[in-house]
C-alpha cells in the first residue's frame, strides 16, 4: 500500500509570478492544497524536501501527512499533480488533495506483468498489455502503489480479465471486470511473395541478344 509520509509545508501569502521567482530562488516550490470542506490553500516547501520524497516514492501515489507550520494543523493529502521544468526536469509545482482516511477516494494505480508467460518463452508469442492502469476505490489507508499480475501461466490465446486480478483488501475496481488487461498472441509471421517467384519460374529463362549496331553484317556461318 502507499507509504504514507511527513512533509513540512508553510503557508504561501505571495501568489504572484515575480513572487514564485523569489520563492524558487530561496530553494523553495510552490504549491496548493485542495478538497474535503476547505477551500484551496496556496503553500511553499523545500524543494530539497519534496525531491527527496518524490526519490523515495515507490509508485505513482503518495500519501502525505502535511505539517503546516503556520497553521499548526496537519492534514492528509494525496499528491495529486507534479509539474516539472521541461528542461533538467526539476519540480516546479505540486498539488495536494486533502483526503479523510475514513473516506473512500478514487485513484488509478500501475498495473505490472510480473514473470515471463509461456507462450511467449516456449512458443514465441507476444504479451499485450491493455491496461496500464487500474481504476479502483478505497481507503486512503488501503491504496497500493501499484498492482502486480503474474502473466507467467499465460499460453498463446490466453488472456487476464479485471475479474481475475487478485486485489489488495479492501480495494475494489472501478472499471468492468470483463475488460481484458493481459493477453498472448501469435507471433505474425510474414508472408513470403511465393505467387511472384512460382510466376518467374513458369515463364523460363530469358535470353537476352545483343542489338547489332546500324551497319554491322551478321558474321558467315
Known sequence: MAK??????????????????????????????YGG???????????????????????ENVLVELEIGGDSQSRTALVQGVQHSPVGGE?????????????VILAEVPLEPVGTAVGVKTFGGLLEQSLRVLAIECLPGDLPD??????SHLNIGDAIHVRDIQLPQ???PKVQVDLTAFSVVAPVVEEQPLAAEAEAAAAGPRVITEKKEKGESASPP
Open 91 to 103: 519540480i516546479r509545482h505540486v498539488d495536494f488533495h486533502a483526503v479523510s482516511m475514513d473516506q
Open 170 to 172: 479492501g480495494v475494489t
Open 37 to 59: 470542506n476547505d477551500k484551496p490553500q496556496p503553500l511553499q516547501v523545500s524543494a530539497r524536501d519534496i525531491n527527496a520524497m518524490m526519490s523515495q516514492a515507490s509508485g
Open 4 to 33: 504514507q509520509v511527513k512533509l513540512k509545508a508553510e503557508p504561501r501569502p505571495d501568489v504572484g509570478r515575480s513572487a514564485v521567482r523569489k520563492l524558487r530562488a530561496r530553494g523553495f516550490i510552490p504549491a496548493v492544497i
Open 146 to 151: 501499484r498492482i502486480t499480475v503474474d502473466v
